[in-house]
T-cell receptor
Framework: TQLLEQSPQFLSIQEGENLTVYCNSS?????LQWYRQEPGEGPVLLVT?????EVKKLKRLTFQFGDARKDSSLHITAAQPGDTGLYLC??????????FGTGTRLLVSP | NAGVMQNPRHLVRRRGQEARLRCSPM?????VYWYRQLPEEGLKFMVY????????ESGMPKERFSAEFPKEGPSILRIQQVVRGDSAAYFC?????????????FGSGTRLTVV
């Protein structure tokens, strides 16, 4: 069974702080996606990383895919209250199905 | 999320009743995926369908659950004789021609409560 472990599970920070969320697995994935989910809604795709070592930036968010394509990280610079939500990584097994991580619940206070 | 339409948003069923969850994919998307999110857990893959075909149902419970994606109309996830443990949020996602690298578009989900 492929598992994706995310850490930390919960993170409560003040506006303006930086943070990093980690997504780790012992399995190799063909690609990895990051989603953000708000209460009562479905996950919204933030980014897809495909190549080992790839780094993608989306405004204040920086995503990195590990060289071996087993792990990933999400770094947020100068967090804002609007960044509050559940962050999910999801690995693509190559068979059209995603394995989702355990999730990181982020709360950014003003 | 607006592109993938799921209904109903909330569904309450008594134990033993049937639940039907509908999903209309984004325009032009021919691949549909169903995921289940139990309280305080991550999303778990259930089934992957193309029009009139079930491609992968490895995540579906062996009994009481079925899914279809007919030539015309929405995809349907059907749960017969629901039990309390079926209470969860069920999400549908779609993609065009299995473009896994581009990620999926998820609907807002159907929250099923079994009483």
């Amino acid at each position: 069974t492929q598992l994706l472990e995310q850490s930390p599970q919960f993170l409560s920070i003040q506006e303006g702080e930086n943070l990093t969320v980690y997504c780790n697995s012992s399995s190799v994935f063909s690609s990895l996606q990051w989603y953000r989910q708000e209460p009562g809604e479905g996950p919204v795709l933030l980014v897809t990383v495909v190549t080992g070592g790839e780094v993608k930036k989306l405004k204040r968010l920086t995503f990195q895919f590990g060289d071996a394509r087993k792990d990933s990280s999400l770094h947020i610079t100068a967090a804002q209250p609007g960044d509050t939500g559940l962050y999910l990584c999801a690995g693509n097994t190559g068979f059209q199905k995603l394995v989702f991580g355990t999730g990181t619940r982020l709360l950014v206070s003003p | 999320n607006a592109g993938v339409m799921q209904n109903p948003r909330h569904l309450v069923r008594r134990r033993g009743q049937e639940a039907r969850l509908r999903c209309s994919p984004m325009k032009g998307h021919s691949h549909v995926y169903w995921y289940r999110q139990l309280p305080e857990e991550g999303l778990k893959f259930m089934v992957y369908l193309q029009k009139e075909n079930i491609i992968d149902e490895s995540g579906m419970p062996k009994e009481r659950f079925s899914a279809e994606f007919p030539k015309e109309g929405p995809s349907i996830l059907r749960i017969q004789q629901v039990v309390r443990g079926d209470s969860a949020a069920y999400f549908c996602a779609s993609s065009p021609k299995g473009q896994e690298g581009n990620g999926y578009t998820f609907g807002s989900g159907t929250r099923l409560t079994v009483v």
